[in-house]
């Protein structure tokens, strides 16, 4: 099946990418949570404006990569979570909370969809977090969680 992707999908390639996928993926798991779209000759011509959407939103070149990197590597991130007296958090931390801590510790707007997190963050403590800015640059920094 070929398909048009609306978003980054792991693995698989960047927004605009036409790809070809086997059909249970695409038709399954792909078109319905909207990561792409099917392909057509029409759906084709509007790659041109996903592509220009994606690098007004992208980090520019390698060089503005590793700039971001510095910056992030170098902030101290504390992010103020509810937790019972086990240290157990009421729910988990979401990639958007961590992108918003990762703002108001003086750092630049980041996309949560390119955040990787080791597993769920349900309790309190010291997390390693890594972002993708670039194919070819990822910057890890310490998420720490704390009782808010």
Known sequence: MKIILTQEVSGLGAPGDIVEVKD?????????????????????????????????????????????KAQIEGLKVNLKARAGDGGRLFGSVTSAE??????AAGGPTLDRRRLELPSHIKSLGA??????????????FDLNVVKG
Do not use: C, M
């Open 24 to 68: 249970g993926y695409g038709r399954n798991y792909l078109l319905p949570q909207g990561f792409a779209i099917a392909w057509t000759k029409g759906a084709e011509k509007q790659v041109t404006v996903i592509k220009r959407a994606r690098s007004a939103r992208e980090i520019r070149d390698l060089d503005h990569a590793n700039e971001v």
């Open 98 to 103: 961590i992108v918003d801590a990762v703002k």
């Open 127 to 140: 997390y390693p977090v890594s972002i993708r800015l670039h194919p070819e640059v990822t910057a890890k």
